[in-house]
Each structure stands twice: as structure tokens, then as C-alpha cells.
């Protein structure tokens, strides 16, 4: 049985910074792709970074890009997104996802198994 439990949000100034945590359990990442998304409230879930198992490729949404990182820590089955630089538009609810296709891609329906969603706010 796959879950995934995300950990780590929470309120920050802008310009801070957080690391997001996604524990996994019933996944091997070498066969998956795990994709952070977020949604804020009254917009849809979009694609903000992800990893393929196969190759470790990553991808970032244009809006992150040079400020968030994702890894991934195998002995801890534990994807990290972590998060610099901290934007009031950050604000959202960040969720982890597993894609049962080892790739790195932002389609929300490719992915099979969700957490269920981490808190990030960024406000003065």
C-alpha cells in the first residue's frame, strides 16, 4: 500500500525558507516519478517540480526555477522540495504525488498516489 505523508509547511516571511519533507511508504523510487504540486485557494493544482526514479531528471515550473530544489534521500525513503527565497504568490497547500511511470512530468492525472497536502504561508 503506497502513502505518502508530507511534512514541513508552514508560515514564513518573505524571503525565507522551508524544506518540504514527503515520507514515503510501498514505493521504490527507482521505479516512480514523484511530482510536488500546489493549489491555492480558487486556482487549480499545478506542477511545481518533480523527479524521474529512472534517471533523476528534474523539471521546474518557470515560476520556481533557481530558488527550489528537489532531492530525494533513499535510506530515508524521503523526498525533499526545498523551498528559498519565499514569495507571498508561494502561498498554497504543497502536495507530494507518485507517478507509477518512472518519468518527470507535470500532468496532474499521470499521477497515481497523493498526500494529503502541507500548509505553506507566506506573509509579513
Known amino acids: 500500500q503506497v502513502q505518502l505523508v508530507e511534512s514541513g509547511g508552514g508560515l514564513v516571511q518573505p524571503g525565507g525558507s522551508l524544506r518540504l519533507s514527503c515520507a514515503a511508504s510501498?514505493?521504490?523510487?527507482?521505479?516512480?516519478?514523484i511530482g510536488w504540486f500546489r493549489q491555492a485557494p480558487g486556482e487549480v493544482r499545478e506542477g511545481v517540480s518533480c523527479?524521474?526514479?529512472?534517471?533523476?531528471?528534474?523539471r521546474y515550473a518557470d515560476s520556481v526555477k533557481g530558488r527550489f530544489m528537489i532531492s530525494i534521500d533513499n535510506a530515508k525513503n524521503t523526498v525533499y522540495l526545498q523551498t528559498n527565497n519565499l514569495k507571498p504568490e508561494d502561498t498554497a497547500v504543497y502536495y507530494c504525488?507518485?507517478?507509477?511511470?518512472?518519468?518527470?512530468?507535470?500532468?496532474?492525472?499521470?499521477?497515481?498516489?497523493w498526500g494529503q497536502g502541507t500548509q505553506v504561508t507566506v506573509s509579513s
Open positions: 504525488a507518485a507517478d507509477r511511470v518512472p518519468l518527470c512530468r507535470f500532468g496532474v492525472h499521470s499521477y497515481d498516489y
Open positions: 510501498g514505493v521504490t523510487f527507482d521505479y516512480y516519478g
Open positions: 523527479i524521474s526514479g529512472r534517471d533523476g531528471t528534474t
